[in-house]
């Protein structure tokens, strides 16, 4: 895997020749699965030589999956180690609520004998991970003929909510984490004001992430059959039940024309251009906004890219800079594991 140009990162350590050839462990760790690989660095790039998924829940620390890694691959004097983690990280400790762990790389250096071990929020780390995307993974939902130098967003629903960005700072691109998925939702018609007094009954203080992501997609749904009495066929509801909620809800919208599937996917992208709109405005994010995560990829097909240009750019004052914004989905959902692995490799000199 080799940079692509279009995304000049900051890594100052890609011109020093003592991080070639250096053997590293990235993981990314998730709520229901954690994905390692090994790679090695060289030539700027990366290449991966082995990679490994572990259902989370199954083990009592990453320490366990870690270690299991290391004796399935039979790796020896691994120097570097570095974890995309869904959660801030503060001082090189986090303890991700989705994850009921609490993670320190002081315990990872001393334990596993690492020379280095990095840890970053998981979107930032995929921040670094689209640098290292071919043009085909990303796809344009609207782009004004030109990508303009600037700063960049970037919005990815999946479990949680997940916002980052990138600092143009005249010549490179510098990714950072943000908290923005647990700022708080402001309903903006009648019917959310409804939804917005449903979701408080349920968790009192009402985030963006309670709407933008996998329970959240499962959140407007169920508004839509409990209170608004949109009808729900018997067969869906057993299938939502047993299968995986947003595969099987995109089935009964398209394979099935069912209704209520097709207004929840309707609110979910108006919902999803609107956080977008509020995100790229807060970083004045003129270089352009990147949609990732697990949701868009699975139902890619579904978007409207005309309808949510439309929704994105609608602003008090701010329409004439949105409307110029380049918007791109992207289709790859490895860019945390390889955006640490990269980071790990050549952030620092």
């Known amino acids: 895997m080799i940079l692509n140009p279009k995304f000049p990162l900051y890594l100052p350590g890609v011109e020093n020749s003592n991080n070639d050839s250096v053997s590293i462990i990235g993981a990314s760790l998730r709520e229901d699965i954690t994905i390692l690989g090994y790679f090695v660095s060289g030539n700027g790039g990366l290449e991966i030589k082995v990679e490994n998924t572990y259902a989370t ?50 315990e990872y250096t001393r334990d596993f004998g690492f020379e280095r071990v990095d840890m970053l929020n998981d979107l930032e780390a995929s921040a670094y ?7 085909n993974h990303l796809e344009a939902i ?54 917005y007094q449903f979701l408080n009954n349920i968790y009192g203080i009402v985030s963006w992430e309670n ?21 729900e066929p018997e067969w869906l509801g057993e299938r939502l039940a047993k299968g995986n909620f947003v595969e099987e809800l995109y089935k009964a919208a398209v394979e099935e024309n069912v209704l209520i599937c097709k207004i929840a996917l309707d609110t979910f992208f108006e919902f999803l251009a609107r956080e977008a709109n509020n995100l790229t405005l807060k970083l004045k994010a003129t270089g352009g906004l990147l949609i990732a995560g697990d949701i868009p990829q699975m139902i ?38 390889n955006g640490i692995a990269l980071y790990t490799a050549y952030y620092q000199l």
Do not use: C
């Open 129 to 135: 991970g689209m640098a290292l995307l071919e043009d």
């Open 300 to 337: 890619a097909e579904y978007i409207d890219k005309a309808k949510f240009y439309e929704k994105f750019k609608i602003s008090d004052k701010m329409e004439e800079m949105l409307k110029n914004i380049p918007i791109y989905l992207v289709k790859q959902n490895h860019t945390a594991l």
């Open 57 to 106: 829940k199954e083990y009592a620390s990453f320490s366990d999956i870690l270690k299991k890694f290391i004796q399935d691959n039979q790796l020896e004097n691994v120097k570097r180690l570095g974890m995309a983690v869904p959660g801030p990280v503060l001082d090189g400790k986090s303890s991700p609520a989705r994850l009921g762990w609490h993670l320190d790389i002081a």
């Open 211 to 231: 709407v933008l992501s996998k329970s959240g997609l499962f959140n407007i749904y169920r508004f839509l059959r409990d209170v608004k009495r949109h009808p």
């Open 142 to 195: 609207y782009t004004s003929g030109h990508l303009e130098k600037g700063n960049v967003a970037v919005l990815a629903p999946g479990n949680g909510l997940g916002e980052a960005g990138y600092f143009f700072d005249g010549k490179y691109l510098r990714p950072f984490a943000t908290e923005g998925g647990h700022s708080e939702f402001s309903p903006r018609t009648n019917v959310e004001v409804e939804f």
